[in-house]
């Protein structure tokens, strides 16, 4: 069964350093998600792609995120520099563009620890 | 940000009994999903209701949706252990895409 892939699974970083996360959608989902879930709570959407081309990153803290899925297929969430409350999980998902009703399939993700 | 409350946001219940989590959000909606979280992993889809349903079944899980109270519900009937796992509900607005995510019920059926 086709799955969402993401690496790192962890990543132990240090405030004002920058780290970078990957995510590998199922074959053939033009419409891919990143999400943050703070432990204890659900997940918030950063930034929504269709292809290569982005379409809702009004919650992408700019100033220090950056997100890009250049072919449209892969891609990468990046965080310069890190800060300590961006100590998180990041997820990534994936759906179909035809997709009426728009169910989502989610990687495993990255927990972020930042000291 | 999020979309709604659930409620309780724990829940502990002996195998065998049912569990109920409520779910409630503030915008109109295009339909409304369940997902399961094992402790620090992804999340899986269990099902979705859309807005003109009222009620929808899938295996032990029985959902139901009220628009005029913008409220859901999610029971799981004979619970398993293996049901340990938070729940979260999550809604497609109408006109976009994304999900809104509730904040979830911390489910633990004890053996």
């Known amino acids: 069964e086709a799955e969402v892939a993401q690496s790192p699974r962890y990543k132990i970083t240090e405030k004002s350093q920058a780290v970078a996360f990957w995510c590998d959608p199922i074959?053939?989902?033009?419409?891919l998600y990143w999400y943050r879930q703070i432990l204890g709570q659900g997940p918030e959407l950063l930034v929504q792609?269709?292809?290569?081309?982005?379409?809702?990153d009004s919650q992408l803290p700019k100033d220090r995120f950056s997100a890009e899925r250049l072919k449209g297929v892969d891609s990468t969430l990046k965080i310069q520099p890190a800060e300590l409350g961006d100590s998180a999980m990041y997820l990534c998902?994936?759906?179909?563009?035809?997709?009426?009703?728009?169910?989502?399939?989610f990687g495993p993700g990255t927990r972020l620890t930042v000291l | 940000s999020q979309q709604g409350e659930e409620d309780p946001q724990a829940l502990s219940i002996q195998e065998g009994e049912n569990a109920t989590m409520n779910c409630s959000y503030k915008?109109?909606?295009?339909?409304l999903q369940w997902y399961r979280q094992n402790s620090g992993r992804g999340l899986v889809h269990l099902i979705l209701?859309?807005?003109?349903?009222r009620e929808k079944h899938s295996g032990r899980l029985r959902v139901t949706l009220d628009t005029s109270k913008k409220s859901s519900s999610l029971l799981i009937t004979a619970s398993r252990a293996a049901d340990t796992a938070s729940y979260f509900c999550?809604?497609?607005?109408?006109?976009?895409?994304?999900?809104?995510f509730g904040s979830g019920t911390r489910l633990q059926v004890q053996p």
């Open positions: 998902a994936s759906s179909r563009q035809d997709s009426t009703y728009n169910e989502q399939f």
């Open positions: 074959s053939g989902h033009a419409t």
């Open positions: 792609f269709q292809d290569e081309s982005v379409v809702d």
């Open positions: 915008t109109s909606i295009n339909n």
């Open positions: 209701i859309r807005s003109n349903e």
């Open positions: 999550a809604t497609v607005d109408t006109g976009r895409r994304a999900l809104t």
